[in-house]
């Protein structure tokens, strides 16, 4: 059993920064990969970061690298999105994910990797 609540989004102007949260029930820990996807009207659904705890790896979309940095709180049983330096473009519903655990994945994440959705927190940046 796992679930996945996401806090932490709002409305800010460009340049500002938010931290998003999400809080995990056991199981996440003994995922392969946890991840945050963003998708906005009338776009497909994008990988933006995820974290390979089977590797100790992180991955980060070409168009938040650099800004954005993924880190968990094993304690709290929680992920974390920081994002800095936001643009319009960042606009969109952010959802928490992770797989299961029972089989591995690479990058970049794709949705049909995971198994398990939060129900998403909204980020929208003005201009």
């Known amino acids: 059993e796992v679930q996945l609540v996401e806090s932490g989004g709002g409305s800010v102007q460009t340049g500002g920064s938010l931290r998003l949260s999400c809080a995990a029930s056991?199981?996440?820990?003994?995922?392969?990969?946890i991840g945050w996807f963003r998708q906005a009207p009338g776009k497909e659904r994008e990988g933006v970061a995820a974290?390979?705890?089977?590797?100790?790896?992180?991955y980060y979309a070409d168009s938040v690298k650099g800004r954005f940095t993924i880190s968990q709180d094993n304690a709290k049983n929680t992920v974390y999105l920081r994002m800095n330096s936001l643009k319009p473009e960042d606009t969109a519903m952010y959802s928490c994910?992770?797989?299961?655990?029972?089989?591995?994945?690479?990058?970049?994440?794709?949705?049909?990797?995971?198994?398990?959705w939060g129900q998403g927190t909204q980020v929208t940046v003005s201009s």
């Open positions: 994910a992770a797989d299961r655990g029972d089989a591995y994945s690479f990058p970049p994440p794709v949705a049909s990797d995971f198994n398990y």
């Open positions: 974290l390979y705890t089977s590797g100790g790896t992180t």
């Open positions: 056991g199981y996440t820990y003994s995922s392969n990969c």
